[in-house]
């Protein structure tokens, strides 16, 4: 029998029938009740016409029905595409189509369900609404067995086990595949450096579609321990005064989560007593944060720590008791994954000239979907070419100064300039545009672009932005538009961004 | 009648989340996370705007669903406060 998520999850529905494996804002979800819920869906899905490796998409927030729908896919043998709930319609029907979806489990509340349904009503996907009301969904519950182990489909390791949609360009979407091993591996080298157990209640509020809050779900489910739901931190008091009253052991965030919730001096009058430990990755946050975080929390160990999608998630992290001797650091390799910085010799390296990051483990993708071009720029070898750049200090904690790519990162997103050139180029009166990153006190960086008009034509900055919600998800409309003459370019044509990034800082500091 | 707090408010964020001028985009009743129309960082914005441009400080406490999740609500929220 093969090691899968989906089976340590099971195994802890055994051992852990009666504790709380969810708590909602509604009400707390036992494993035996998520275990049901989950055997459902596999034997639903044991009843379609699937074949082992089709693939199945949700569209859901974080909720026990999503729990219960990925590891029920997996259970019979399937591949899961979560997708970003954000996302417009016209994406979400272009990579239900791209991923060749043949089942999609989406939250009937969605926005832009109408849409998407209308977009996909060629192909034939079946498009499931899951909701207490609708009839399908009420029929795949109720079909919950007991004895649901007998349904399952046993995966091989090398068997297909997620796609996991990164921001690309438009026209070739970059799915990155994930196989049984490299979900599987990653969680137990997490497992090996977290201090997570079954007594542990940690409040999670990042999306489970993306690596890091994937790597969330599937840390905590084996470990038997407990995940209380919180879908947003639009209101950080209240969202804190939950954490207080459900005792919460641990937090996740990015730079962006923490810059909200615990804003404002909020931490002060706030009792986390019951906090062990907090951990925080998606992009660099400032020493300086990270020291106003050690002062607030005092009992609370700190862990900073490095990933990417195409490494399932989790690359590095630094020890909490090196948060300040190594400060800036995303500390050494996890348990099973080895970093190396360029190509060859890694000394010549340092702060003055940094190289690329590499990783080599049985996390590492094994390509994207369907682009094997895309595949073969960042794989070499078994070796993951990271993007970023970095060095090793003199006793091996790696440090990164930078991207080599052109990857924007905001709040949790990463969000690729080319995908908001491709559908800015394509609006009337644009003859040319660039796309950038711009600093931005809470998101990290913000989206910004820099436009020449054609000829005569005068284009109204709202407008573009109102066009670029038609296709695009919201927080990868840019935040600044400017017209200008002509985009800086290389003498071989290549957009200069740096350029532009200079122009607009200057520009600022002369306004 | 639609008041001018209420104007002002429709008018950030149709202009900043959904770039337009058209009122029929936003109900006055309509929550703003539930739509999708901001997110969490969105919504601190919104708390900006209300403290700098509305001239009311938004305490901790009142940052709830109830006083900030639809037009009506901040500016009702807001002329409480002024």
């Known amino acids: 029998m093969q090691q899968s998520v989906a089976r340590s999850f099971l195994d802890s529905v055994e051992r852990h029938r009666s504790s709380n494996a969810l708590i909602t804002i509604e009400r707390a979800w036992t494993y035996e009740e998520l275990g049901r819920l989950t055997g459902a869906v596999s034997s639903f899905l044991g009843s379609t016409k699937l074949e082992r490796g089709d ?16 590891y029920g896919i997996h259970l019979a043998g399937c591949v899961v595409v979560a ?19 043949r089942v999609l489990f989406v939250d009937d509340k969605l ?17 499931i609404p899951v909701s207490e009301d609708s009839g399908e969904w009420s029929e795949i519950v109720s079909g919950s067995l007991p004895n649901f182990r007998r349904h399952v489909v046993d995966s091989r390791s090398s068997d297909l086990a997620a796609i996991i949609y990164t921001s690309g360009t438009t026209g070739s979407p970059k799915g990155v595949m994930l196989s049984q091993t490299n979900l599987f591996a990653n969680t137990q080298s997490i497992l090996n450096y977290l201090p997570i157990s079954w007594v542990d209640k940690c409040f999670n509020v990042l999306a489970f579609y993306y690596s890091f809050g994937n790597s969330i779900l599937h840390t905590h489910m084996t470990a038997g ?42 931490l002060r009058d706030a009792n986390l007593s019951a906090l062990r430990y907090i951990a925080q990755a998606g992009g660099p946050m400032s020493v300086a944060q990270q020291q106003q975080l050690a002062e607030d929390l005092p009992g609370t160990e700190i862990y900073v720590m490095y990933g990417q999608t195409e490494a399932t998630a989790r690359l590095s992290y630094l020890e909490p008791a090196h948060l300040v001797d190594k400060a800036g ?9 080895t970093l190396r910085v360029g190509s060859s010799d890694e ?21 994207y979907w369907n682009d094997s071009m895309a595949s073969s720029e960042v794989l070499r070898d078994g070796w993951l070419r990271t993007g970023d750049l970095g060095y090793f200090d003199n006793d091996g904690f790696l440090f990164l100064t930078g991207r080599s790519s052109d990857m924007i990162k905001t709040g949790a997103n990463r969000v690729s300039p080319a995908e908001i050139e491709d559908v800015i180029a394509r609006l009337d009166g644009v003859a040319e545009v660039g796309v950038y990153a711009i600093d931005d006190a809470i998101l990290g960086q913000a989206v910004a672009a820099a436009i020449v008009t054609e000829p005569g034509v005068e284009l109204d900055i709202q407008d573009i932005q109102r066009q670029c919600l038609a296709g695009l998800s919201s927080f990868k409309v840019p935040k600044s538009i400017k017209f200008v003459e002509s985009l800086p370019k290389t003498s071989s044509g290549k957009l200069k961004r740096h350029v532009l990034v200079k122009d607009y800082e200057e520009r ?3 306004e | 009648m ?8 429709r008018a950030f964020i149709l202009e900043n989340y959904l770039f337009t001028d058209d009122e029929s985009a936003l109900g006055p009743d309509e929550s703003l996370l539930d739509r999708g129309i901001v997110d969490s960082t969105g919504m601190l914005e919104i708390i900006m705007f209300i403290e700098d441009e509305l001239g009311v400080q938004v305490a901790d406490e009142e940052m709830i669903p109830e006083n900030l999740d639809s037009v009506n609500r901040i500016a009702a929220f807001v002329s409480r406060k002024k």
């Open chain 1, 55 to 70: 693939r199945v998409a949700i569209i859901l927030p974080n909720c026990p029905e999503y729990v219960a729908v990925f």
């Open chain 1, 225 to 266: 321990a407990c995940l209380i739901l919180q879908n947003h931190v639009a209101f950080p008091h209240a969202v804190l005064k939950r954490m207080e009253s459900e005792k919460a052991t641990s937090f996740y965030g990015v730079p962006t989560t923490f810059a909200l919730l615990f804003g404002r001096d909020r």
């Open chain 1, 83 to 101: 997708l970003n709930t954000q996302e417009p319609a016209p994406v979400l029907a272009r990579l239900l189509e791209h991923c060749g979806a």
């Open chain 1, 111 to 127: 926005r832009e369900l109408p849409q998407l349904r209308e977009l996909t009503s060629n192909g034939d996907l079946r498009v």
């Open chain 1, 347 to 367: 000394s010549k390296h340092t702060a003055e000239s940094p190289g690329e990051v590499y990783a080599f483990g049985d996390n590492i993708m094994s390509g």
């Open chain 2, 2 to 9: 639609a008041s001018e707090l209420q104007t002002q408010v």
């Open chain 1, 329 to 337: 650091s995303v500390g050494k390799a996890i348990p099973g994954v």
């Open chain 1, 508 to 510: 600022e500091q002369s």
